[in-house]
Structures are given as structure tokens and as C-alpha cells.
């Protein structure tokens, strides 16, 4: 039912632990062959149902909702993994789990904070004894631990929960944010609720972190959202790429407020100010609906943190299976993360802008660097040389600006576009793109690709993640994504990254502006099977300015 996500960081050495962690790496060994589906970089436990992700310091620490004893969602304690580099974890054991009163019953999804002194604090859901949801913090044991192996839970647990007197609803009352400070010194931290179906995040202040009061206003509601999850409230420059701690509150910031809607099962957010004396979040106008999402295919219960040391925010997402539960139950887990995502304001200020960690490219070998060409309409360009079920693949196009594009005449939800249209039909600008995870006879693949039209007399790009035809086993969730990218293709490029990974298709359009994420379980193209082409599938003809493809190393990961 809940999701989420934590973390935290620390400056110190961790050398001579991370060598005797690393040892118990293997103790699970994947034959790819006999585990097809199971991601080579993307972040997943040894087994069992996972989500959440993280927040850092000298070492990234990421916690994730794990259940120890199956495949699928039971028992939830916080496993705790660390990375020196967002890339390669080493697992530790788990960090909370159930132990006293407060949460007896299940340690839910919550959040890290970094206290003065870099001190972390984590904040998380219990479920008590009577089944209520309420807030508890733990805090590391051995500060000089740079592993912050141990927990120690507040005596004074639960510092929130739902009483007569609050109205709260002891069954939606979940998932604290990291808090910040405002301007009086005083700590502020979101809690996802609702009241009847008014969604929520409720403000809570505190002095020292641990005398919690409840703020008479929620800090942002909207109704008919439902139940808000994993909420996220964070500063973002302006201008430019870097990140900011999550206290700032300046003329240089925007505030971004995310939220997981239960309803929707998509994490969605909305752009605006924050108002630091009333402690109240505007939106911007035309964005006081749920209408802008961080990725628009698989996706929920994403946290960010702000990586002081790099100086930058990073988003991380936690992607469920696509198959039934009974395969899940087969393969041993379920459950991935996406890659750490940088997140900025796009210049418009009127949307984010993702991109994975420049430490993903790391992983890369064997780099094929086609050059720029001319793409025939019909045409299936095959890219030899890469390994096809791990890659990283980034090509740009260029369209004919002479072409009339096909006409929109009524707005359509870009989902429905795509799976109406699919890469089969063919309008003069589009379908292009990429096909992975190809079977050798095409029986099998998995497109993602553009196609523009001409809506109000304006350019309207489209990009899908097309999967109804990426298995012969029909037992998976095979639904068609799609995304607006707001690019205008007569003065700028189309550029489409991808990420395949075993089981996973993770896309960024127009350089980061519209993220798909999707999973795929091939029974032809698996393995050393699978083939990766870009293609045209329309009647003009589209230019491919560049196209540089690379084989992914395996990371550790646990
Ligand atoms: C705290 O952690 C440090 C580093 O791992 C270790 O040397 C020290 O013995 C620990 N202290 C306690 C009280 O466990
Ligand atoms: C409290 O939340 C639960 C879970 O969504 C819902 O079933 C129940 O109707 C709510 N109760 C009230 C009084 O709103
Ligand atoms: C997980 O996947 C299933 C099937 O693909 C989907 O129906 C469900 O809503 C997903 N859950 C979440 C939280 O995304
Ligand atoms: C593709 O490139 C060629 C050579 O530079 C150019 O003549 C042609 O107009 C371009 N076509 C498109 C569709 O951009
Ligand atoms: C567009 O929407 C209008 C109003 O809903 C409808 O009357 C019209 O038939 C639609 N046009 C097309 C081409 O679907
Ligand atoms: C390309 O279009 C043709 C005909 O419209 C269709 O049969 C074929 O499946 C399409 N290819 C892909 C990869 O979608």
C-alpha cells in the first residue's frame, strides 16, 4: 500500500568498511541466463518487493521499503544500501525495523533530514498496535559509523499521530518529508493525508525536532486528489542546474511540492512559491491541477535529496513489475529503482528537466558513434556492436522544415494518442525513433519514438514508449505510454536518450524534458537475442544528426 524513500549522508571514511561489506555481495548470484529480466545497473535488492530511494553526504545512503520475507508487499522494514557514487551498492542490514509500540506493526516509508552539525534524523511511519498510522524518528547510533549501521528510536515515540482532537484519519496519515527550517529557526515537516477526498500534505513545526506540533493550516491541498503519498517539497533555482538545501527560501528559488497520488498510482507536481510566513504553497497559475508528472510511464513514490557535495538534487523513483504476481513470485523479486536523476528547472520555469547522474557513464563501453545520416521513410537502421539488453543509446533527428505535419484537430490525452496510433501508422513526421529489445524477425520489440503534429497551429511533439508488441507473453501489463515534450522541431533537435536494461526502457525526450519509464519482458529478445535499431516509420524522411550508442557494464548492486 504506502511507498518510499530515505536517506542521508555523512563526510567520513569508510574505507576499511566497505571492504568487509562488499564481501557479502554475492551471496546472490544471478546466472543471467536463467534470470533474464533481472537489471544489470538498475538499483534492486538480492530478491523480494522493494521501493524508495535516498539522500546524501560522503557516501549515499539509500533506504528502501523491502519486505525480507517474499516477493510481494509484507512485513516492510527499511533496508539500508551505501554508494560512493550512486552507481555501486553495497547492502547493509536493514536499518528500522519493528521494535517498539509505536511501530510494532510495519516501519513505513518516511524521509532524512541532515540537523545542524550533520547530524541525520529520520522521520518514518509506524504502524501501531491498534493499526493507526503515526510518525516516529530514529536517530544513528555511532555518528562515527560512516555506515550508520544502527538506529536508535526515540523514547518519546510516536511524535505525531491522530488523535479526537485532530480529525486526522488514523488510516491516511502517512510518509513525512524531509523537513526544513524556515525563517524563525523552527523545523517544518510534511505529512500525505486526506480529508474525505481532499489530498493533503499537513504541516507539523518543531523547535528540536522532536516536540511536533500540528500547523492549523495543511500546507497545500487540493480536492478530489485523494490520498497524497511520499510527498516532496524542495527549492529549485530559477536559473540553472544546480541544487539547493531544502531550507532555502529566496528570491532565487521556486518551490516544486510533489506528491504520489494513490489514486493514480503516478507521482505528480506542481511549480509555484512558497509563501515562508503563512507557510502556505502557491501554485503557479495554470498549474493548480495534478497535471505535470516526473515520468509518464512506471513511476512512483519518488524522493529527492539535495547532494551537497555535488551541489545538485537528485530524484530517485522506485518502477514495479509489469508481470503477474505469480512471475514475480518465480523470479525471486520485484521491484527496481530508475537511475538517480539530476532535476532542474527547465528555463520556461514551466516544467522540470531530468537527467541521469553523469557517474551512470561510467558504466559505459564500447562506444558506436554512427554519423549523421539521412532516414528514409520505412527505413530500420540497425546498431550492430552494443549489447543490446544493457545499453545506453542518445540519438538526435532533425525533421524537414517544409513538411506539413498531420493535423490535430481536438486534444488528446498523449497516452491515447500513442496507443491509438502506435509505430504502425504512418504519418509523414513520424513514428521514428528506437526499437529495442528487437527479436531477429521482429516478432518481438518495443518502440519508443516521436511523431509531431500540428495542433492550434503550433508544433506539438509527441513521444511514446510503445510496449503492446514487447513479448509474446501476453500475461504482462502491456499498456502504451506517452508524453507531450515541449521542443519546437523547426529550430531545435529531437533527441531521445534510452536505457535498456534486461527488463527496463528508460527514455528522456528533448533532453530531458519528458521521461518514460517502462518494463519489457521479452521471450525471443533476450539475452545476446536482442537487437537495437533506430528507424522511420513515417513517409518523409528525417535526418539522424547523431547517434552514439554504448554497452553498459554490470554496477554492483547488492
Ligand atoms: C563507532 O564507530 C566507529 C567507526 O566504525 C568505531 O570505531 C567505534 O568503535 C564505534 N563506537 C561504538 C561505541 O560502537
Ligand atoms: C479514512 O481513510 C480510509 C482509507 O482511505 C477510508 O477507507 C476511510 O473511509 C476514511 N475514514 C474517514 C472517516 O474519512
Ligand atoms: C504496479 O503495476 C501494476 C501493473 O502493471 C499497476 O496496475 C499498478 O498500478 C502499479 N502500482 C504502482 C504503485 O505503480
Ligand atoms: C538532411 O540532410 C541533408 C544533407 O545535409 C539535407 O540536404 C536535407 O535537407 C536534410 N533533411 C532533413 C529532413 O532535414
Ligand atoms: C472534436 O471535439 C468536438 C467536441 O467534443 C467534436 O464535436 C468533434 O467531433 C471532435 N472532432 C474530432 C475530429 O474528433
Ligand atoms: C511500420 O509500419 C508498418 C506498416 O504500417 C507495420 O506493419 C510495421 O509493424 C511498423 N513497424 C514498427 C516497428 O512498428
Not at 29 to 47: E, M, V, W
Not at 84 to 102: E, G, H, M, R, Y
Not at 262 to 269: F, I, M, S, T
Request: glycine share 6%; with cysteine.
Amino acid at each position: 500500500m504506502t511507498m518510499f524513500i530515505s536517506t542521508i549522508s555523512l563526510f567520513t571514511l569508510f574505507s576499511a568498511i566497505y571492504g568487509t561489506a562488499a564481501t557479502n555481495l554475492h551471496t546472490f548470484s544471478s546466472d543471467s541466463y536463467n534470470q533474464p529480466y533481472r537489471t544489470a545497473y538498475h538499483f534492486q535488492p538480492p530478491k523480494n518487493w522493494i521501493n524508495g530511494p535516498l539522500r546524501y553526504g560522503g557516501l549515499y545512503h539509500l533506504f528502501y521499503q523491502y519486505n525480507p520475507k517474499g516477493a510481494v508487499w509484507g512485513n516492510i522494514v527499511w533496508a539500508h544500501s551505501v554508494s560512493k557514487d550512486l552507481v555501486n551498492w553495497t547492502p547493509l542490514d536493514p536499518a528500522i525495523f519493528p521494535s517498539q509500540p509505536s511501530d510494532i506493526n510495519g516501519c513505513w516509508s518516511g524521509s532524512a533530514t541532515v540537523l545542524p552539525g550533520n547530524k541525520p534524523a529520520i522521520l518514518y511511519t509506524g504502524i501501531n498496535p491498534l493499526n493507526q498510522q503515526v510518525q516516529n524518528m530514529a536517530k544513528p547510533k555511532n555518528l562515527s559509523d560512516p555506515f550508520l549501521r544502527e538506529w536508535v528510536k526515540s523514547t518519546k515515540n510516536p511524535l505525531m499521530a491522530p488523535t479526537s482532537a485532530n480529525e486526522i484519519n488514523s488510516s491516511s496519515f502517512r510518509d513525512p518529508s524531509t523537513a526544513w527550517l524556515g525563517q524563525d529557526g523552527h523545523w517544518r515537516v510534511l505529512v500525505g493525508s486526506k480529508r474525505r477526498s481532499r489530498g493533503m500534505a499537513l504541516l507539523y513545526r518543531s523547535k528540536d525536532f522532536s516536540d511536533w506540533v500540528q500547523a492549523k493550516h495543511p500546507l497545500h491541498s487540493t480536492l478530489g486528489s485523494g490520498m497524497w503519498e511520499c510527498p516532496d517539497f524542495f527549492p529549485v533555482l530559477k536559473n540553472g542546474q544546480l541544487g539547493v538545501d531544502t531550507s532555502v527560501n529566496d528570491d532565487y528559488v521556486r518551490h516544486v511540492l510533489k506528491v504520489s497520488l494513490d489514486d493514480k498510482k503516478h507521482d505528480y507536481y506542481m511549480i509555484g512559491s512558497y509563501n515562508g510566513a503563512r507557510d502556505r504553497f502557491i501554485p503557479d497559475k495554470g498549474f493548480e491541477e495534478f497535471v505535470l508528472r516526473y515520468d509518464y510511464g512506471k513511476y512512483y513514490a519518488s524522493k529527492t535529496f539535495f547532494d551537497d557535495g555535488e551541489k545538485r538534487r537528485v530524484l530517485l523513483g522506485w518502477v514495479n513489475e509489469s508481470s503477474s504476481v505469480a512471475d514475480d513470485i518465480k523470479k525471486g523479486w520485484s521491484g527496481i529503482h530508475t537511475i538517480p536523476r539530476a532535476i532542474w528547472l527547465h528555463k520556461s520555469g514551466k516544467q522540470l528537466v531530468q537527467w541521469p547522474v553523469e557517474e551512470i557513464k561510467k558504466l559505459r563501453e564500447k562506444p558506436v558513434n554512427l554519423s549523421p545520416q539521412t532516414l528514409k521513410g520505412g527505413k530500420f537502421l540497425q546498431i550492430n556492436g552494443v549489447t543490446a539488453t544493457q545499453a545506453d543509446v542518445e540519438i538526435s533527428f532533425e525533421v524537414n522544415k517544409l513538411i506539413e505535419a498531420e493535423v490535430l484537430d481536438n486534444w488528446t490525452d498523449p497516452k491515447i494518442l500513442c496507443s491509438q496510433k502506435g509505430s504502425s501508422i504512418k504519418s509523414e513526421l513520424g513514428p521514428f525513433g528506437l526499437l529495442v529489445f528487437a527479436s531477429e524477425g521482429l516478432q518481438e520489440f518495443t518502440s519508443v519514438f516521436f511523431r509531431i503534429f500540428k495542433y492550434q497551429n503550433k508544433n506539438l511533439v509527441l513521444l511514446c514508449s510503445d510496449q503492446s508488441r514487447s513479448s509474446l507473453n501476453k500475461n504482462n501489463d502491456l499498456t502504451t505510454y506517452g508524453a507531450f515534450v515541449d521542443v519546437e522541431p523547426l529550430h531545435e533537435q529531437l533527441s531521445l536518450r534510452t536505457l535498456t536494461d534486461h527488463s527496463v526502457v528508460e527514455s528522456f525526450g528533448g533532453e530531458g524534458r519528458a521521461c518514460i519509464t517502462a518494463r519489457v519482458y521479452p521471450t525471443l529478445a533476450i539475452n545476446d537475442k536482442a537487437q537495437l535499431y533506430a528507424f522511420n516509420n513515417g513517409t518523409a524522411d528525417v535526418n539522424i544528426t547523431r547517434l552514439n550508442a554504448w554497452s553498459m557494464k554490470k554496477a554492483q548492486i547488492n
